[in-house]
């Protein structure tokens, strides 16, 4: 392969490349080994507001900082991924929320190129998870929708808060229309919060659980117990 050939090839190459991002849902940049910004796909200046020729020739921290500047919170989302890992594996950088053009929640990771053996690069993957997070949100509402429809917590089996209330109603007019009294006792459990993050929920689920049989097994017939 001449000179000539060769430019040709590596026109071609290059152009495929493009080609390649601009087709992906996801955003892409490609920084070489000194840092600079190579290439940009089209999907970058749609989730981030800016035109990806305006990001070509830049610092990879100068490339950041302009992007940051779509985020909800730029301070957090620099310090998230202008760490320095031209030469770490691949990794992801973690969801970040976007402020403009328009809102969206995006997760960043970036990966090694590697030819021979050699890094040549580093590759920036932007993936919109703005429809995933919606699907979740909408999934959390409705299953709120449906232990509030039902009279019982689906994990302890304990009476749930709108059977706490409406149960708590009609004894507060029975007390009333008696002139009798009534008790309520609320109880928390300490350190919660560290079993669930030290353990993990299915473990904190378990806790839940055994406290909901301790207190069943303890209550009178006409006592009500609840998990609020």
């Known amino acids: 392969m001449d000179e000539e050939e060769a430019e040709e090839f590596s026109i071609l190459l290059e152009s495929t490349l ?9 955003g892409a940049l490609v920084f070489d080994t000194a840092g600079t910004c190579r290439v940009v796909g089209r999907r970058v200046g749609e989730l981030f507001g800016h035109e990806p020729a305006s990001l070509l020739g830049r610092t990879r921290l100068d490339t950041l900082r302009v992007l940051s500047q779509s985020a909800d919170e730029p301070d957090t989302f620099l310090a998230s991924v202008a760490v320095n890992d031209l030469d770490m594996p691949a990794q992801s950088h973690g969801e970040h929320e ?7 929640f995006v997760v960043w990771s970036s990966y090694p190129l590697v030819h021979e053996g050699k890094r040549r690069g580093r590759l920036c993957l932007v993936r919109d998870v703005t429809g995933q997070r919606s699907a979740e949100r909408a999934r959390a509402a409705l299953q709120r929708r449906l232990d509030n429809s039902l009279p019982t917590d689906p994990l302890t089996g304990l ?18 229309r008696s002139w009798d009294s009534y008790a309520i006792l609320c109880v928390d459990i300490d350190k919660f919060t560290a079993i669930n993050e030290g353990y993990g929920q299915p473990v904190g689920d378990t806790v839940l659980e055994e406290v909901a049989t301790t207190l069943k097994r303890a209550r009178r017939e006409y006592d009500v117990i609840a998990r609020l």
């Open 98 to 104: 976007l402020a403009t053009p328009r809102p969206r």
């Open 159 to 176: 009476a749930n808060k709108r059977r706490f209330h409406e149960d708590l109603e009609r004894e507060h007019q029975r007390a009333a």
């Open 18 to 26: 493009q080609s390649m991002l601009d087709a992906m849902d996801e």
